[in-house]
């Protein structure tokens, strides 16, 4: 987990940065364009770079690959493998991203299995949910994965939303720390929108020549409009027509000129569908059903940033009406009145 905090990698040239929200710090460095910064490199996942390759041989008219990352292909380098991906960061001004999971589960089907107990899984059990901890778990002191991500799912907005804000990075120390210290607490469609409007709010206070809530407006204003074509997309998606998605994100990016942009990463969890399996997307996971509730995420997240986009709009427009009492009405004149033959 990221804790708000910009990243810059050793070999960076001056004003080129890698900015990483969530899980990401340490597993994605910069391509080798100096300024322009054109590629990132991401530590190479059979799994995702199969999804990738896939998406540009088999679906290379999809919908969706506007929203995605593109693949440029692998590369060996310092005795690690890398996957070449477009960095979606380039083209923005010292941009704020927030890393949204989708999915109402983190896990695979897979991953039902109980494996070995675990002490460190124990411990952050014990950290997080502490009232999620059994007896027999704190004498064994030890618990497995699977128990520890159903847990994590069912305190988060995860299983009831479908969605889950993972975390925040950008120019700012102080927003990340502001904003990624309340992340935890989400657990509601009121909270999730809270803390989009606070990802607009953050994002416009760098701009000094505009009224900041009349910004923010207008980048979840611009973020709204994003999510329902990224919806749309999906629902027409071949690709996703045939894939169990997990842990897949949603990557909010903006910056203080008002730019923003709409990105699906994170495709490690990603599946193609065995044959003779269908599923919808948009109803409730139960054991082996493969269902992965990635429509549900959407419209809920959809939902939570209209509700943040209509309560800046308020506050926008309540910040340049005029305040005090309202001007006395006076007598209208005499030679302004409708002769009285007017009606009858």
């Known amino acids: 987990f990221c804790p708000?905090?910009?990243?810059?990698?050793?070999d960076m040239a001056d004003g080129a940065r890698l900015i990483m929200a969530a899980g990401h710090m340490g597993s994605i460095i910069p391509g080798d364009e100096g300024n322009q910064f054109a590629t990132v490199l991401k530590k190479l996942d059979s799994t995702e770079i199969a999804v990738y390759m896939k998406l540009i041989r088999l679906y290379a008219g999809d919908p969706v690959l506007i929203f995605t990352p593109r693949y440029l292909g692998a590369l060996h380098s310092d005795g690690n493998d890398y996957i070449r991906l477009s960095n979606l960061l380039s083209g923005f001004e010292n941009p704020i991203v927030m890393d949204i999971k989708l999915g109402v589960r983190s896990f695979t089907e897979n991953e039902m299995a109980n494996g070995p107990g675990r002490p460190d899984l124990y411990k952050r059990m014990a950290q997080l949910y502490p009232w999620e901890l059994t007896s027999a778990e704190h004498e064994l002191g030890?618990?497995?994965k699977r128990r520890f991500m159903q847990a994590r799912d069912a305190n988060t907005t995860t299983s009831s939303?479908?969605?889950?804000?993972d975390g925040v990075a950008g120019f700012d120390v102080d927003v990340g720390r502001e904003v990624t210290g309340s992340l935890s607490a989400i657990r509601s469609h009121q909270d999730a929108s809270t803390a989009l409007r606070d990802l607009a709010l953050y994002t416009a206070r760098s701009r000094s020549d505009e009224n900041d809530l009349l910004a923010a407006w207008g980048i979840a204003r611009n973020f709204q409009m994003q999510l329902r074509h990224l919806q749309i997309a999906m629902r027409q998606s071949a690709f996703v027509d045939t894939h169990e998605f997990i842990g897949s994100s949603v990557l909010l990016v903006a910056d203080a000129s008002g730019s923003t942009g709409i990105f699906w990463i994170d495709f490690a969890k990603t599946v193609a569908l065995d044959a003779g399996i269908s599923i919808k997307h948009d109803v409730p996971w139960t054991p082996g059903?493969?269902?992965d509730g990635l429509f549900?995420?959407?419209a809920n997240l959809a939902q939570s940033m209209e509700q943040a986009e209509l309560t800046l709009c308020q506050?926008?427009?309540?910040s340049v009406l005029p305040t005090g009492p309202l001007p006395v009405r006076r007598k209208t004149p005499d030679f302004l009145k409708a002769p009285s033959w007017v009606g009858s």
């Open 315 to 318: 506050q926008a427009l309540t």
């Open 161 to 165: 939303l479908g969605f889950r804000i």
């Open 142 to 144: 030890c618990l497995s």
């Open 4 to 10: 708000g905090l910009p990243s810059r990698h050793p």
């Open 296 to 298: 549900i995420g959407m």
């Open 289 to 291: 059903s493969h269902e």
